[in-house]
């Protein structure tokens, strides 16, 4: 008999093999879903607290399986992301986001961003750039129309070749923002070489700041950091009128979160837009 054999085998618990099953079976489910027509875009509205007025969107994607129904991407994106199903989803993604800005501009809408999430995966495996550019030339939309959205943490990974990633989105002209900022350990002083538009402040603070007195300096200290450094400041995961009203009194420039709206779907998007909806 091997020696250790049975420790070996110990460590894989029935709990453990379980969820290795299931994310096996997700995995080959995941493959299938980009042409089996099971992903799906929906629209977070971007507000301005001054104007009032949408002024951009999230895409963020969904995956209705017809058996196991409805799956989060907080479930399925590190799946893919540790299967390398990452890259034919991103590309699902934002080919899907680009095209429908597109039409979004081709039908007279006014001129709304739309942003895309950016996984760090993604980013190792792919020169984000020449991406990004060859879909705006694919799908005809005007790179002011996209947003990318990457984190602090994804940022620190490489900070060289980001910075020259970065510079070649912006001459482009591709809008570029900090998601999730706050809750990453970069080097601060690296920020000023990003060229970013805008600093998105983690829902996680913005949650909390009305009961933690940290968090609201925290918000507070992220809000006048963008602005020392002349970027926009967006708020997410704002979901009262109190949330809301301590971010204006702060100089917060925009705000997403269900305060204002739940991700919906295009449609929807559309018919808030042309009706005009505000804060
Ligand atoms: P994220 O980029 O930080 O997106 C914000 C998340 O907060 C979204 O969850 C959104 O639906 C949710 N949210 C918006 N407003 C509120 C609010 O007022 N309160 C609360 N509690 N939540 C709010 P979602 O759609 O489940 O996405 C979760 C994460 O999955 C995203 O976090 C992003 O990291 C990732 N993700 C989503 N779509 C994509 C995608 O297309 N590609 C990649 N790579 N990642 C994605
Ligand atoms: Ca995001
Ligand atoms: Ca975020
Ligand atoms: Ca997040």
Redesign the pocket.
């Known amino acids: 008999a091997k020696h250790g054999g049975r420790n070996t085998y110990a460590k894989f618990s029935p709990e453990m093999d379980e969820r290795m099953q299931e994310r096996v079976h997700l995995e080959t489910l995941l493959r299938l879903a980009p042409a089996a027509g099971q992903l799906r875009?929906?629209y977070?509205p971007k507000v301005n607290l001054c104007s009032g007025e949408i002024i951009g969107c999230?895409?963020?994607?969904?995956w209705h399986h017809p058996q196991l129904g409805l799956i989060?991407?907080?479930k399925f994106?590190p799946v893919a992301e540790e299967s390398g199903l990452?890259l034919p989803?991103?590309d699902w993604?934002l080919r899907t986001a680009c095209m429908q800005a597109r039409a979004w501009s081709d039908a007279g809408l006014p001129r709304i961003p739309v942003a895309?999430?950016?996984?760090a995966a993604?980013l190792l495996q792919q020169d984000l750039a020449q991406w990004a550019l060859g879909m705006l030339a694919e799908t005809g939309l005007a790179p002011e129309l996209l947003e990318l959205?990457l984190?602090e943490s994804l940022i620190a990974q490489d900070v060289e070749r980001m910075i020259a990633t970065f510079d070649q989105l912006k001459a482009a002209g591709v809008k570029l923002s900090i998601?999730?900022f706050g809750t990453g350990y970069s080097n601060l002083s690296h920020l000023k070489n990003f060229r970013v538009d805008t600093l998105k402040i983690?829902?996680s603070f913005v949650?909390n700041m009305l009961d933690k007195p940290d968090d609201a300096t925290i918000v507070r200290a992220v809000i006048t950091l963008a602005h020392n450094l002349r970027l926009k400041v967006i708020a997410?995961?704002?979901?009262t009128a109190e949330h809301c009203r301590m971010l204006r009194a702060h100089g917060c420039d925009e705000i997403?979160?269900?305060?204002f709206s739940?991700?919906v779907s295009a449609q929807e998007f559309e018919a808030m837009v042309r009706q005009g909806r505000r804060l």
Do not use: C, H
């Open positions: 875009l929906v977070q999230e895409a963020l994607v969904r989060p991407p907080g994106i990452i989803i991103s993604v895309v999430n950016i996984s993604q959205e984190t998601d999730d983690d829902q949650q997410e995961g704002v979901e997403q979160g269900y305060y739940k991700p």
